[in-house]
């Protein structure tokens, strides 16, 4: 696995997290599109901004090797990262309606 296909999975994870999310909460949800664009932005800013702290895909793979903790760090905030970017838009669009 390199970094860019551990960056791929991340991207890919916050995007399902985000849809299913929207999908058993229907207040949150934007449709199929804005989900999975919120999904997406969410995942990539979580894990540039979480990944400072040492599990960034690059790192995961440092010697060559899968670190497995990491990984699974990864792709839990890449999720929360779609999860909150979903909430955060919702958020700013209410606030905007009123």
């Given at each position: 696995?390199?970094?860019?296909?551990?960056?791929?999975?991340?991207?890919?994870?916050?995007?399902i997290?985000?849809?299913?999310?929207?999908?058993?909460?229907?207040?949150?949800?934007?449709g199929f599109?804005g989900?999975?664009?919120?999904?997406v932005?969410?995942s990539?800013?979580f894990i540039?901004?979480?990944?400072r702290?040492?599990?960034?895909p690059?790192?995961?793979m440092?010697?060559?090797t899968?670190h497995?903790g990491?990984?699974?760090?990864?792709?839990?905030v890449s999720?929360l990262?779609?999860?909150l970017?979903l909430?955060?838009i919702k958020f700013?669009?209410?606030k905007m309606?009123?």
């Open positions: 696995m390199t970094g860019t296909l551990i960056s791929l999975i991340s991207i890919f994870i916050g995007l997290a985000a849809n299913v999310f929207a999908y058993f909460y229907k207040t949150y949800d934007f599109t989900n999975t664009l919120i999904g932005f969410g990539i800013f540039k901004f979480f990944g702290l040492g599990f960034d690059w790192s995961i440092q010697n060559g899968l497995s990491l990984f699974i760090i990864n792709v839990l999720a990262g779609g999860i970017g909430l955060f700013l669009a209410a309606n009123t």
